[in-house]
């Protein structure tokens, strides 16, 4: 079974270990993370996200936060899954009761395909939100490249991102450029995806 991308996919899986940690303890005697403190950092990352959403005042600070929290929440869980599996390997059917089902095999022997539906979810005076879908064709992306082209320039590498979402801080005002993204894994580059056009 591979980590889940999406957050509301990482939130709803945090949900399950935690419940499952309570409800079979003695299958999950002592997780590196208790059941309590993932839901507190559940708990944390959902009123973040909250926050976020909820409008556009601070949204950089709103975002870091946001995205502080998710992390501490993926480090926490990818430890408690982790023990889960070390935990009941005699019997992985129990990984059941985490809502997880152990590893599966290497799905990444080839690049991924075409990043789908880029888009500008917000921007600012020297900020701009961008969003996208993961590929539906090829290998698993493990991480998102995302390039830049002042008119007339050539593509540039400015960020890097493990979710479908990033926020690029710092860009040039009165300046029109292209943002395009590209998918990445171990197997190599994936198809550049559409362009969208900015100016701030």
Known sequence: MQFPEREAEIAALALLVAQGFEKYPEDFPSPPVSAADLRGRLDRFNTTL?????????????????????????????????????????????????GWSGRRGSSDREPPGEVRDITIRSEGDTWVVLSWKAPVDGGPAA??????????????????????????????????????????????TGQPSATVTVVL
Not at 56 to 69: F, N, Q, S, T
Not at 88 to 95: A, G, N
């Open 50 to 98: 909250a926050e976020a959403v909820a409008g556009e005042k601070g949204l950089r600070e709103l975002h870091a936060a946001k995205d502080a929290a998710l992390g501490e929440l993926k480090d926490a869980m990818k430890a408690s899954l982790r023990y889960g599996e070390v935990a009941v390997r005699d019997q992985p059917e129990k990984l059941a009761g985490l």
């Open 143 to 188: 991480a998102y490249k995302v390039q830049r082209r002042k008119q007339g320039g050539s593509w540039e590498d400015v960020a890097t991102a493990v979710e479908t979402e990033c926020l690029l801080s710092n860009q040039p005002r009165g300046v029109e450029f292209d943002l395009r993204v590209v998918g990445l894994n171990k197997a190599g």
